[in-house]
């Protein structure tokens, strides 16, 4: 199936630097969603966004929904060890039909 | 409020037999869903529903049936088990098409 492309595939950091991730696609969304995946658990939501060009923080983490609507970046900020996950981008396209289509996944790990 | 919720956490079946996987959200969401997850392969959708009594098929639905007797329940079926349907199955739901999502903790299949 229709997967989004997300970079980069995986990440090792030490505690206290910035993250910077992608997501990419060759259709335009009319939304984007950010999720986080911790091992054997369901991903849950971090940030929604509705509106091309739109910037949206929650705590550490800043999202932005791409002008092209075809993109969308994910940050955090002074990476903690708890910030250990897989990330994914999610779009949605609307109409008859829609359905979530998901990125392939951020590995981030943080060390101490 | 617990959000969506999946019963069982685990389960292990043997080749043909017969098991349903139940999700249950208290969000009065109009729309639910079910994923399944495997590796390199990402979330991928099997079935939905727009609402109470209606159901639709996803990207994988072959192998799987779903009912959704009432709005806050959302039932996966497998009649006859295969291997290959082992997998972590994830249930979703959402107030509308074009809002985010909300996953449950999901539920580990494994079928021998």
């Known amino acids: 199936g229709q997967q989004l492309n997300q970079s980069p595939q995986s990440m090792f950091i030490q505690e206290g630097e910035d993250v910077s991730m992608n997501c990419t696609s060759s259709s335009i969304f009319n939304t984007w969603l950010w999720y986080k995946q911790d091992p054997g658990e369901g991903p849950v939501l971090l940030i929604a966004?509705?509106?091309?060009?739109e910037l949206t923080s929650n705590g550490r983490l800043t999202a932005q929904f791409g002008i092209t609507r075809k993109d969308s970046f994910l940050n955090i900020s002074a990476s903690i060890p708890s910030d250990v996950g897989i990330y994914f981008c999610a779009g949605l396209r609307g109409g008859a039909t829609n359905k979530l289509i998901f990125g392939t996944g951020t590995l981030l790990a943080v060390q101490p | 409020n617990a959000g969506v919720t999946q019963t069982p956490k685990f389960r292990v079946l043997k080749t043909g037999q017969s098991m349903t996987l139940l999700c249950a959200q208290d969000m009065n969401h109009e729309y639910m869903y079910w994923y399944r997850q495997d590796p390199g392969m990402g979330l991928r959708l099997i079935h939905y529903?727009?609402?109470?009594?209606?159901?639709a098929k996803g990207e994988v639905p072959d192998g799987y049936n779903v009912s959704r007797l009432k709005k806050q329940n959302f039932l996966l079926g497998l009649e006859s088990a295969a291997p290959s349907q082992t997998s972590v199955y994830f249930c979703?739901?959402?107030?509308?098409?074009?809002?985010?999502?909300?996953f449950g903790p999901g539920t580990r299949l494994t079928v021998t």
């Open positions: 979703a739901s959402s107030y509308s098409e074009t809002y985010e999502q909300y």
């Open positions: 966004l509705y509106k091309a060009g």
């Open positions: 529903s727009v609402g109470e009594g209606t159901t």
